[in-house]
Structures are given as C-alpha cells and as structure tokens.
C-alpha cells in the first residue's frame, strides 16, 4: 500500500496570506494525484486532479505541483471560504487518502 | 444538477448488516466508475470499494474484504453497499463517489452527502 503524508497536520494563516501545503508518497505516483477540500459537515470537493489540473470552478488561486513522491498545493491569497481541511489522494496503486492538513484562521 | 444521494445508514449491533445505497441522477450513471469512501468520526478519509461502470470489476480495501459487496443497478441509477459482520470501526460516514477520468488522469469528482453508520451495543 502506498502511504501518503501531509505536512503540516495544521497551518495558522492569515486572510491574504499564502498557504503552502505539502504531501509525500511512500513511493513513487507519477502524476497520480488529487487534492480534496473539506469543511465541517459538507462531503469533500475535489480541487486538483493530475497533480496540477484545476478541477472546474475552482478558482484559480488554487494551484497544485510535482510529481513522483514530492507534491504541494498552493493557496495563493487566502479566502474566509479557504479555511478547511485539505487531502491529497494517489490513484497510481488503488486509491490512498493522506490524513489531511487543516488550515486555520491565524 | 449532478448529485449523489445516499442512505440507508444508522445505529448496528456489532456483528449486524446494513445495506447502503446511493441515488444518482443529472448524470448517465452507467457510463462511470463508481466507488464508496469513509470517514471515522474526526478522522481522514478512508477508500473502502470500487465498481467499474459495468460493474464486472470490483476491489475492496483490506479492511473490508470479505464482509462488505458493492454492486450498482444501472437501470435503476444506483449504488450500493451490503455491509456485514459490522465491527466497531466501521463506525464512520459513508460517501458515495463518481470517479471520473481525464485522458490518463482520474479522481472522485462527484460525492454524495454521506450517510452515517454507527456499530455499536
């Protein structure tokens, strides 16, 4: 199974601030990957899929990069509406959540 | 509107069965892979099953193999989740989720509400 981590397990931001998120495969996933947004009681939305493909209506401060083992999703500006807590999934090998980063109001 | 609807959750004593469905509609549901995700209480997101659109291929997690069937009716638009030999873990929200695929790339692009299952005495 391939194991996938996030880092950090919480980010303090401020409204208009840049977030940086992070997620490391145990093994190499090509480009598989997607990321996920999730508030409090609402299902998760896809955001990313392809590492770095927007999904559609996602705005485009929003932005996610790398490949192989190494991947980030970038938050450009920080909305209200960003605070939540983010996954990233690899499809490469069946399909693996990491345990998420939760972005908080600084 | 695209949307996926589940039920079928509730309160299960362990070692009981409960069977989950998922209603989907906006969509030609039989054209896509469908799979079912959970999600302990305060906790992340757990793959559980997938179904191809035919429904001839299937997977489970290892968490599940052997207690859990996934099928779909495509005339009917649904998905579903029999669900045996609950244990105490499988406490957690149920979604349902399209997979869609992008030339080589795929990811759940459609998620229903969930619905909340809870193994306990």
């Known amino acids: 199974e391939i194991v996938m981590t996030q880092s950090p397990a919480t980010l303090s931001v401020s409204p208009g601030e840049r977030a940086t998120l992070s997620c490391r495969a145990s093994?190499?996933?090509?480009?598989?990957l997607a990321w996920y947004q999730q508030k409090p009681g609402q299902a998760p939305r896809l955001l990313i899929y392809?590492?770095?493909t927007r999904a559609t209506g996602i705005p485009a401060r929003f932005s996610g990069s790398g490949s192989g083992t190494e991947f980030t999703l970038t938050i450009s500006s920080l909305q209200s509406e960003d605070f939540a807590v983010y996954y990233c999934?690899?499809?490469?090998?069946?399909?693996?959540f990491g345990q998420g980063t939760k972005v908080e109001i600084k | 509107e695209v949307q996926l609807v589940e039920s079928g959750g509730g309160l299960v004593q362990p070692g009981g069965s409960l069977r989950l469905s998922c209603a989907a509609s906006?969509?030609?549901?039989?054209?896509?892979?469908m799979n079912w995700v959970r999600q302990a209480p305060g906790k992340g997101l757990e793959w559980v099953s997938y179904?191809?659109?035919?429904?001839?291929?299937?997977y489970y997690a290892d968490s599940v193999k052997g207690r859990f069937t996934i099928s779909r009716d495509n005339a009917k638009n649904s998905l579903y989740l029999q669900m045996n030999s609950l244990r105490a873990e499988d406490t957690a929200v149920y979604y349902c989720a399209r997979e869609r695929v992008w030339e080589q790339w795929d990811a759940f692009d459609i998620w229903g509400q969930g619905t909340m299952v809870t193994v306990s005495s």
């Open positions: 906006g969509f030609t549901f039989s054209s896509y892979e």
């Open positions: 179904i191809s659109s035919s429904g001839s291929t299937i």
């Open positions: 093994q190499s996933v090509s480009s598989n």
């Open positions: 392809g590492a770095s």
């Open positions: 999934q690899q499809y490469n090998n069946w399909w693996t």
